[in-house]
């Protein structure tokens, strides 16, 4: 939605939830959905991760706290390594066949790491 800082802090409260026990009630389990809501808040929001039109589709939105992020992937039968920078993002096809994905606005196609 644009609003960096808020979503930056709305995933650190999330991540905190059973990281610092936030609430005091870790004893009585995680918050599974707080850790699937944190997963959900890096793949789709920082790192951009959609699918559109039947394409694969990165937006990098890394947030200015963190140097990098390095994302393993499957995706229809191939693992995809992700690596955002702030000035950068990379997409490897590391097994599988080639693709072309859509990443920060360019068609890019992947071929298989040697």
């Known amino acids: 939605m644009g609003d960096e800082k808020r979503a930056y802090d709305y995933f650190m409260d999330t991540v905190r939830m059973d990281l610092i026990d936030l609430q005091g009630n870790a004893t009585d389990g995680l918050h599974v959905a707080n850790l699937g809501g944190s997963w959900l808040s890096v793949v789709t929001g920082f790192a951009g991760v959609r699918r559109r039109s039947g394409q694969l589709v990165i937006e990098n939105h890394l947030p200015k706290a963190w140097r990098k992020l390095v994302i393993n992937l499957q995706y229809q039968g191939r693992h995809l390594r ?8 990379v997409v490897d ?7 072309t994905v859509r990443v920060d606005g360019q068609e890019r196609p992947l071929k298989k790491l040697k």
């Not at 992700?82 to 950068?88: P, R, V």
């Not at 096809?93 to 693709?99: D, Q």
């Open 82 to 89: 992700l690596t955002l920078t702030h000035n950068k993002t």
């Open 93 to 99: 096809l590391v097994e599988g066949t080639p693709l």
